[in-house]
């Protein structure tokens, strides 16, 4: 298995660009979500979703949009990109229920100029 | 606002001694979990530990749980160069939704 994968590793941005980061899992988990990771800030969750077709919101939502048509992928899209949006950030996956163990991608570095 | 809150925020010590870092959390919870990042990579999963259990234990972590202060330890012992690497609890808040939330981390750093 490939785990989480996710694309671009890298991306620079100009304010008001749109974009979107890729995020795939081979592992048929229903639960998948983004984070992003600010120096100081930990992780801060933005969408999650329990299963396809089903999304909801996590702590830091604005700007950013979700959508979940497959089990496998889980694009997160950013609209009209804001320097305040410069982060890394981070895809999971796990199975499903509370106790099971969430699984990272590599991370997507985005800077926005 | 983030559920966890890990202490201290660095800590810095010497190979084979013992690291202990502490999560306080503010809401009820099912379980919680343990982290690690390295510089620049995903976060792996470590160890969890749910509301009804007291202490777990998995190689050299040992994790303990007290929901009435609502707090959590992660000690590593005998600690290797390799140990480098920022620490994160996260839990899931009790009779709410499916949201892993996670706290700031704490930086330890191990020298040889």
């Known amino acids: 298995n490939a785990g989480v994968t996710q694309t671009p590793k890298f991306q620079v941005l100009k304010t008001g660009q749109s974009m979107t980061l890729q995020c795939a899992q081979d592992m048929n988990h229903e639960y998948m979500s983004w984070y992003r990771q600010d120096p100081g800030m930990g992780l801060r969750l933005i969408h999650y979703?329990?299963?396809?077709?089903?999304?909801d919101q996590g702590e830091v939502p604005n700007g950013y949009n979700v959508s979940r048509s497959t089990t496998e992928d889980f694009p997160l899209r950013l609209l009209s990109a804001a320097p305040s949006q410069t982060s890394v950030y981070f895809c999971?996956?796990?199975?499903?229920?509370?106790?099971?163990?969430?699984?990272f991608g590599p991370g997507t570095r985005l800077t926005v100029l | 606002s983030q559920q966890g809150e890990e202490d201290p925020q660095a800590l810095s010590i010497q190979e084979g001694e013992n690291a202990t870092m502490n999560c306080s959390y503010k809401?009820?919870?099912?379980?919680l979990q343990w982290y690690r990042q390295n510089s620049g990579r995903g976060l792996v999963h470590l160890i969890l530990?749910?509301?009804?259990?007291r202490e777990k234990h998995s190689g050299r972590l040992r994790v303990t749980l007290d929901t009435s202060k609502k707090s959590s330890s992660l000690l590593i012992t005998a600690s290797r160069a390799a140990d480098t690497a920022s620490y994160f609890c996260?839990?899931?808040?009790?009779?709410?939704?499916?949201?892993?939330?996670f706290g700031k981390g704490t930086k330890l750093t191990v020298n040889p």
């Open positions: 979703s329990v299963g396809a077709g089903i999304t």
């Open positions: 996260a839990t899931i808040t009790q009779g709410g939704s499916e949201k892993l939330v």
């Open positions: 999971a996956s796990r199975a499903g229920g509370q106790g099971d163990t969430q699984y």
């Open positions: 809401t009820s919870i099912n379980n």
């Open positions: 530990i749910r509301s009804n259990e």
